[in-house]
């Protein structure tokens, strides 16, 4: 019977190997940049028991162009992961007339304007375990929150902060047909659910690279975010919409 020892070390060497061939094929770099116009439902509360929705009470509009920039690095060295950086600049107006809803302590009726802002940046770390006419990558993802939620009836304004890092697995998956070269389907996801947090980021897209390193790349991109009490924070969100973007691809 094996020790828990040689379980030990024999788990170690397997994770060693696995990481060993987990990585590109080749040296690759791709920046891109695009347009991202998802429609916002869900509810949000913040400092009360009124759960706010996001089109009937803040009045957020469908369909308003969110912009993101990328750029990744991929590498044929064993252990170390390959890195992806995204930027996605999501914020919201709305305006409209508040029917007794609490948010932060204060009672709304009348007109308001409100704002929603949930800029974030992911920053990911993955092996790639497949890379020929099947991708497939793991890693982790860290989600950095640069954002803030607002009403306001014109003399009384009420923000709360949506400052937060959160970790997520990062997964995605794809293949490339063999008889039309450089086009290429997948899906990949940022995913976490711990208790009554569940964050998810998940994308479907084809992309298509020409001969001259420039590629055009389309889909959706559904984001959710339910969290429970967060720094005060309650909400049960979903952003979901068609993209397009631009990339260089070397």
């Known amino acids: 019977m094996m020790t828990a020892k040689q379980i030990l070390v024999g788990a170690v060497i397997s994770l060693g190997l696995v990481l060993t061939t987990a990585h590109a094929d080749t040296l690759g770099f791709r920046v891109g940049g695009g347009v991202w116009q998802p429609d916002a439902s869900g509810t949000f509360r913040?400092?009360?028991?009124?759960?706010?929705?996001?089109?009937?009470?803040?009045?957020?509009?469908?369909?308003?162009?969110?912009?993101?920039?990328?750029a990744l690095f991929e590498h044929p060295v064993p252990l170390i992961p390959n890195i992806k950086?995204?930027?996605?600049?999501?914020?919201?107006?709305?305006?409209?007339?508040?029917?007794?809803?609490?948010?932060?302590?204060?009672?709304?009726t009348g007109a308001?304007?409100?704002?929603?802002v949930l800029d974030h940046t992911d920053t990911t770390l993955y092996y790639s375990f497949l890379d020929n006419w099947f991708h497939f990558d793991l890693g982790l993802t860290a989600k950095t929150f640069d954002g803030k939620v607002s009403v306001s009836?014109?003399?009384?304004?009420?923000?709360?902060?949506?400052?937060?890092?959160?970790?997520?697995?990062?997964?995605?998956?794809?293949?490339?047909?063999?008889?039309?070269?450089?086009?290429?389907?997948?899906?990949?996801?940022?995913?976490?659910?711990?208790?009554?947090h569940t964050v998810s980021d998940i994308t479907a897209k084809i992309s298509y690279t020409t001969d001259y390193f420039i590629g055009f790349e389309a889909g959706v991109r559904t984001f959710t975010m339910e969290l429970d009490n967060l720094n005060g924070n309650t909400s049960d969100m979903e952003f979901t919409g068609s993209f397009a973007n631009l990339y260089i691809h070397f």
């Open 46 to 70: 913040y400092g009360s028991v009124d759960n706010i929705d996001l089109k009937n009470d803040l009045y957020l509009k469908d369909g308003e162009n969110q912009s993101y920039v990328y």
């Open 85 to 108: 950086i995204s930027q996605t600049a999501l914020a919201f107006d709305g305006t409209g007339t508040a029917g007794g809803y609490n948010f932060g302590g204060t009672t709304y």
């Open 112 to 116: 308001v304007t409100t704002k929603m």
């Open 153 to 196: 009836d014109g003399t009384t304004t009420e923000t709360t902060n949506v400052d937060k890092t959160i970790p997520l697995l990062y997964v995605a998956a794809g293949i490339e047909l063999p008889f039309i070269n450089n086009l290429f389907f997948g899906v990949e996801g940022n995913l976490l659910s711990v208790g009554d």
